[in-house]
């Protein structure tokens, strides 16, 4: 089993859907997690962090069950700007090293 | 404040042939990180450092790859020789620990290789 899982999409959705990405995790042990956003040829660049009660950052909400080490992005309201790769990030603790889903492909139509 | 800062952006070689990259982390992040991000993949950590100590490179092929980051602040990371498979892209990243204890990493632009 991969330590992270993603969605293996790629999601189409028209401009103004709600779109949810699912991730799953193998390591109990895990302490923080993150969703980065990766365009095209581009870096990965920090969406937002996600918390065990859940947080929301305008139309972006994440949550966390670490009962099932599962971690989810909603996304309300898509945009064009939306299409990307979304990478679900895992961090183990100590060793301070990130762990990387695959990612998923979201690309929002007109 | 200025981003990571990677050269070259893009590089092609021949295979057997040397290679290095080269990363300028942001300014006071003291952990530097190499990725390698194959197409379709996420990124995967090939080397982390701590100030000028290699603190993780269990991922880095030691036979061909190498890394140094010298005085704790710019990096390089060579291969010799470079093989076919090498082609990917190559990403440094930096962070500063919060005070969280929340690692959040600053990616640079990335060198896209590609091995003839």
């Known amino acids: 089993r991969k330590e992270v899982e993603q969605d293996p999409g790629p999601f189409n959705v028209p401009e103004g859907a709600t779109v949810a990405f699912n991730c799953t995790y193998s390591?109990?042990?895990?302490?923080?997690f993150f969703w980065y956003r990766q365009d095209c040829r581009k870096e990965p660049k920090l969406l937002m962090s996600?918390?065990?009660s859940g947080n929301e950052d305008g139309r972006f909400t994440a949550q966390l069950n670490r009962a099932s080490q599962y971690i989810s992005l909603l996304i309300r309201d898509s945009k064009l700007s939306d299409s990307a790769t979304y990478l679900c990030?895992?961090?183990?603790?100590?060793?301070?090293?990130?762990?990387f889903g695959k990612g998923t492909k979201l690309s929002v139509k007109p | 404040e200025a981003g990571v800062v990677q050269s070259p952006r893009y590089k092609i070689i021949e295979k057997k042939q040397p290679v290095a990259f080269w990363c300028n982390p942001i300014?006071?992040?003291?952990?530097l990180y190499w990725y390698r991000q194959n197409l379709g993949q996420g990124p995967e950590l090939l080397i982390r450092?701590?100030?000028?100590?290699?603190?993780?490179d269990s991922q880095l092929p030691k036979d061909r790859f190498s890394a140094e980051r010298l005085k704790g602040v710019d990096s390089t990371l060579k291969i010799q020789p470079a093989e076919l498979g090498d082609s990917a892209v190559y990403l440094c990243?930096?962070?500063?620990?919060?005070?969280?204890?929340?690692?959040?990493?600053?990616f640079g632009p990335g060198t896209r290789l590609t091995v003839t």
């Open positions: 990243a930096s962070s500063s620990k919060s005070g969280t204890g929340i690692y959040e990493q600053y």
């Open positions: 390591n109990s042990a895990s302490q923080s």
């Open positions: 996600v918390y065990s």
């Open positions: 990030v895992v961090w183990g603790g100590s060793q301070g090293n990130l762990i």
């Open positions: 300014s006071g992040h003291n952990t």
């Open positions: 450092y701590e100030n000028e100590e290699a603190v993780d």
